[in-house]
């Protein structure tokens, strides 16, 4: 399984595009770490993918908030992509 940080309101796209690349690249299961105003738009846009909700101060990006869920969650990844659409 593949963990995703990435996306923020204004660069959701990257996100979209980052996890959609995973699953054809042909990663079983994707995970999108995202806060809790941003994970609709991603449950609709790659249905596929999981989502992990974080914490986060300003609920438009992933913040200091949101690192230690990331790194608690990521010891159950085969590999963590970082960066896209962070802003």
Do not use: M
């Amino acid at each position: 399984s593949v963990g995703l940080v990435a996306g923020s309101a204004p660069y959701a796209g990257a996100a979209i595009l980052a996890a959609r690349a995973a699953l054809r690249a042909g990663c079983g299961l994707v995970h999108i770490f995202t806060t809790r105003e941003l994970n609709p738009l991603f449950k609709v846009a790659v249905p596929e993918a999981t989502s992990v909700i974080v914490p986060s101060e300003s609920g438009n990006w992933l913040d200091e908030e949101s690192a230690d869920t990331i790194i608690e969650f990521s010891s159950k990844l085969q590999a963590l992509a970082i960066g896209p659409g962070l802003g």
